[in-house]
Every structure is written in C-alpha cells, then in structure tokens.
C-alpha cells in the first residue's frame, strides 16, 4: 500500500483519527486504500471526538415518559428480513415490522390467500420467492412534502418493489421489474414532469444495478451488458418505461420540479470483476429527462426485450450526444460514487465519493441548461467538489444550508455548508465549509434527517445506520448487531444522543412529522369482498373434495364451536374479525397444518390447507384478546 497513486491520496486526505484497526480492516477491501495522515482536511474542520452523550441535555430526549408520544416516525429498510421496520423517534422504539418479500409468521404474510396474491406465486400455488433483500425506502410527496399515503421499498435479490399503504401499514402491491438484477435505489418523483396542475407523486423510479446482457443470454462478454432505469406508476404498480444506460445505477435521486430524476453510477467501465470496475478515474451521476423520455415512448421510438411489452428507449452515451434531443446527460463525478441526495432548497444533488474523499454538488439548473443547449459542457453544472474525509458514502440535510454525509472509512459524520463548499470550489480559500465532525461507531453507511428530503426539513434530529458495532453492546456469538444511532443536529455541534442495536441489516431509511400520517385503526368490513358479515353466515360447504369454511371471530368465541372436514379436503377457511374495538386483534392457528394468521378488527383473511390424518385439531386464537383468550377455541374434526 505505498505505490504512488496512494501517496499522492494520503497527502491529499485530513487525518480524521481514530480507529486505525477499522480503517486498515475497512481499507483493504477498498482497493489498497491506507490510512490517514496529519494535513487537516482542506477548507474543513479538524477532528473530534464525540460530545458526550447528555451534553446540553440531549440524551433525554431520547427517552420519553410512559404515555408520551414519539413526534416522528421513521421508516427503515429490514434488509434480510425483507420487511419494513417503523420506529418512533426520538425513542426510536421499534412499533411494527411490516412484511413484503418474505413470509411472516405473526401476521401470516405469505400465508394467507391474500398476501399469497400480492407476493406471487408459482404454478402449484407456493410462493416464487421466500427471501428478499430490502435497501431503500422513501414514501410519496405533495407539494415537496411527505402527504402519507404510500412509501415504496426494494428487493434487490429478485428485483421486486412493494408499495404500503401508509394508511393500515400494509403492502398492497408488488411488482418485479423485467430484465432487471440487482434493483437498488428507489425515489419517487415530487411532481408531475410534464402536467404542472399535478402536484403530488405520480411515478417511482428503480435503479437497476447489476448489468446484464439484454435479452440475458448467458455470455461472459461483458461488453455486451447493460442496466435499465425503470419507472413504475405509483397508482398502478405497472412498468411505464424503462431506460438502458451505460454502466449500472447505484441511488436514485428527484428534483423538486419533476422534470429530472438520476441515479450515480460506478462502473461505467463496464467491468465484470471488481478490478476493472475501479479503472476509470471519474464516473458519472446519469440525469434523466423524463417529459423527453415520456415524448419518446409517445412517438414509439422504443423497443422491447424478451418476453417483456415494456417500452424501453435508448439512453447511452453515443445515442444522446446532442443535447438538444437527448433524453439522459452523464455529468462525470469521481470514481465509484455511493450515493445521490436532494437538497431540500431544490437546488442541487450531492454525490459522494467513497473512493474518493470528496463530495461532488451538481446545480439542476445547470444541467437543464445544458438540456435545452445553453451550456456548452455539462460538467459545468458541477458547483463544487470538495474533500471531506474518507469514505463518504450518503448525505442528508437540516434545511438550514447543511449537509451531513457519512464517512464510511473514519466512522464519522461530517457536517458541511454547502454555499461555503461551493464558495471554496470557486477558489475562496477562506471559506471554512466543514462546520463539524462526529465520531460514530462504527462504519457508517445510510443517513437521514428529520424530514430531510423535503422542503420542510428542520434540522432537528439525525440518524446514521453503523454497519458495525464491536464493543458497544454485550456479545451474542459471532454474529453482531448492527448499531443505528441517534444525533441531536439543532445545534452547531452534533450531540450523540442513543444507541440502538438493530439486527442486520437494515439500510436506508426516512423520517417524518408524525401529523403527516393519519393512520386507521380499524378496518372498513366493506373492502373485503369475502367479509363473512354476520355470525349466521357461518359455516361449511363442500364441492367435491374442496371446502370452504365460513367463520367470524368476536371476543372472546370463534362463530363456530366445530366444523368437520375429511383427510385429503382441499379446505379454504375464511375468517372475519368483527370486533369493532382498536386493538382487538385475532389470531387463528391450526396444529399440524402450518396455519397460522391474524385478522385485525373489521379485517378479513383466508387460508387454503390440506386436512391431515383423521383426528381432532384444537384451533385457537393466538393473539391476546379477552381475559377469556386461553378458552377462544374451535374444533377442526377430520374424518377419515
């Protein structure tokens, strides 16, 4: 680690500290990075060690009264589970896990008749996939702010995305994106592109990560690969358009005004080996002209691949090199960028670096002048580029003029001014862009602010996701947990207010102003087309070997007290929760038959089995409801 590209890295990089063991750990899988030496960062602040937790009170917001209320929500990404995780914050006590890609036991997701149709099943009625990989989150906008009715997450695994209903806090729709491997950032647009009547959101944009030959053909050329930037319209869940590029799609990222979404690229070397992927000096942040692209698949000039109808328009470099009809724009940022952010003053993206120490900010109004051919070189739109420590990964903001972006390598946070940085880009030394740094523990990754990606965020709390934890909590064998912390950020310092630990591994999420959401309590009977709507609509019919069982559930007694099936009986139970009351939530389980489901108050769900051996089967209410819970029981007889 002393060739001389590294030299000239170490003289160019502030010494941020701390933790050599995690950085040389971390560096070696970064390409041969070495650590930090003692030049303070340029137009920055030098490092520091976290306040102490407590410092102006800080640490006791965190920790509210029994019957307070959190004032935030937060919605995270649940990684390997493949759910979505809601937290209340400041406490940042974990209040639901909603499922999506994989089967969930409490619920019954992916059991259940109805979760069964929204994952999506095989030929023989089993699901077709039972692990997921959820990333990134974000949720609909109007009027630049969050209007709680929809948040969207990702499978990178098998290329899903789901749609929550932020109403019940339930996914209602999944679609699996064609020709697509590696789907990582999501966004949704803020407004209509071309309608300026439409003021909330009306389409999501999916990044699709891994390139693949187009149709897949199984050939190691990877000359021949290409991603797809995908859009789905947010009503339907349906594909729009998709778009192929050059390289592949890291984040996504909207402007304010809807006309450009983008997405930061590595690899637009087009490498199949990690080496080759990290040849290329600079990369690029992709921006996409979407009323251009929308005028595109208008006039048919699309094409298809496979066995998909998606259309799907040209966006590499050769085909939009005349700015005046080119639907994508490539503005060049330094090598492997990890991450593209909004500013909620609608002015500008923020790449950062990772492999480079630096954070890239791009003017959107330069890069629609560059659109309508006003600006000769589209690199000009870069305001600045400026250094801040190593690793940069993910930046949020407090809607005050800063940025706070993650320092994967140093395990900081680093807070910058953004007109400072863009100030000292164009050559005002003096400007002194870092305002603050924070040590983490340990390797951060995602961040987010309250209301960060808004144009109401206010700079009041701050989370970052630490991909490691070491020693900040007890041991529980070779896998540990994952450390997400809180920072107070309404100050000048950033102040560590609580460490959480989470198990892994969660990635991005967003937080919001709890009056944002009106969330129900219980469910209307009428939007279950199969409610079983009075107790005397109970019971069993049989058509052939299939039979479908009738019930309701009220506190503290199932409608029927038995029902009779035979061996072999194809039976579809459906069950109705009438009770009326907030919180009154059934269960229903089968021994020996792999059921188990919920219904809420006023909900209705099914399930399909196969009756086992003859013999009695004591189904009971598995959710606590009545202080007669233990006796909620019916018999499943099965007869030979």
Not at 398 to 416: C, E, P
Not at 442 to 458: C, F, K, L, M, R
Not at 606 to 630: E, I, K, N, Q, R
């Amino acid at each position: 680690m002393t060739d001389k590209k590294t030299e000239s890295l170490q003289e160019a990089t502030p010494e941020l500290g701390r933790r050599r063991f995690f950085n040389t750990t971390a560096l070696v899988g970064l390409a041969g990075l070495a650590a930090c030496t003692e030049k303070p960062a340029s137009g920055g602040a030098s490092a520091a060690s976290a306040p102490a937790a407590g410092s102006h009170g800080a640490a006791n917001a965190s920790h509210l009264k029994p019957g307070e209320l959190d004032t935030y929500y937060g919605l995270w990404s649940g990684g390997h589970t493949g759910d979505m995780r809601v937290l209340g914050l400041p406490s940042g006590r974990e209040l639901l896990r909603i499922p999506c890609f994989v089967p969930d036991a409490l619920v019954g997701w992916g059991h259940t008749n109805e979760s069964k149709k929204i994952m999506g099943t095989k030929a023989d009625g089993n699901l077709r996939y039972s692990v997921g990989d959820t990333h990134h989150t974000h949720a609909s906008y109007k009027d630049g702010n969050y209007d709680g009715r929809y948040a969207w997450i990702n499978d990178k695994i098998n290329s899903r995305i789901a749609r929550i209903r932020l109403d019940y806090f339930v996914c209602d729709k999944i679609t699996q994106l064609p020709n697509v491997q590696g789907f990582h950032g999501i966004f949704p647009d803020k407004r209509d592109p071309v309608d300026p009547a439409i003021n909330y959101t009306t389409r999501v944009f999916c990044g699709g990560e891994f390139s693949i030959p187009l149709p897949n053909a199984g050939t190691d050329d990877a000359k021949q690969y290409h991603s797809l930037f995908s859009c789905v319209d947010a009503e339907t869940m349906e594909l729009r358009w998709q778009v192929m590029i050059d390289g592949n799609c890291d984040l996504v990222a909207t402007s304010y005004d809807g006309k450009l979404a983008a997405t930061n690229q590595y690899n637009t070397e087009m490498g199949a080996k990690y080496e080759d992927m990290m040849s290329a000096e600079r990369d690029a942040c992709v921006f996409f002209n979407i009323a251009r692209i929308e005028e595109a698949v208008k006039a048919g000039k699309f094409k298809t691949i496979g066995s998909s109808k998606v259309p799907v328009v040209d966006g590499t470099r050769a085909a939009n090199a005349d700015a005046k009809s080119a639907l994508t724009a490539y503005v060049s940022v330094p090598k492997n960028p990890h991450g593209v952010n909004a500013s909620p003053d609608q002015k500008y993206f923020i790449c950062a670096g990772k492999l480079s120490p630096t954070a890239t900010v791009i003017e959107l109004s330069k890069v629609l002048e560059w659109f309508d051919g006003k600006l000769e070189k589209l690199d000009g739109a870069i305001a600045a580029e400026v250094e801040l420590g190593l690793g940069p990964l993910h930046t949020a903001f407090d809607g005050r003029g800063n940025a706070y972006t993650t320092l994967f390598l140093d395990s900081q946070v680093v807070k910058w001014n953004v007109d400072k940085a863009i100030a000292f880009h164009k050559g005002d030394k003096n400007a002194k862009y870092v305002v603050d740094r924070i040590d983490v523990h340990y390797q951060p990754g995602h961040i987010n602010a309250s209301q960060s990606e808004t144009v109401a965020a206010d700079g009041k709390y701050l989370a970052v996701g630490c991909k490691f934890s070491k020693d900040r909590f007890l041991p529980v064998g070779p896998l540990h947990a994952e450390n997400e912390q809180l920072i107070d950020i309404s100050g000048e310092k950033m102040v560590l207010m609580a460490d959480h630990p989470v198990r892994g591994e969660p990635h991005d999420f967003i937080i919001f102003k709890r009056e944002l959401l009106k969330p129900k309590q219980v469910y209307n009977l009428d939007d279950f087309p199969h409610a079983v709507k009075d107790p005397k609509e109970s019971g069993v019919t049989r058509n052939g070997k299939k039979v479908t069982v009738k019930m309701t559930s009220q506190a503290p007694a199932f409608s029927l007290r038995e029902f009779k099936v035979k061996k072999g009986d194809e039976v579809t139970l459906i069950l109705t929760n009438l009770d009326k009351v907030e919180d009154l939530t059934h269960g229903f389980a089968i021994p020996g038959h792999n059921v188990n489901f919920i219904v809420n108050p006023q909900e209705t769900a099914s399930v399909t089995f196969t009756a086992g051996d003859p013999g009695v089967y004591w189904c009971y209410c598995t959710h606590f409801c009545h202080a007669l819970h233990l006796e909620m029981r019916t018999r499943m007889i099965v007869e030979a």
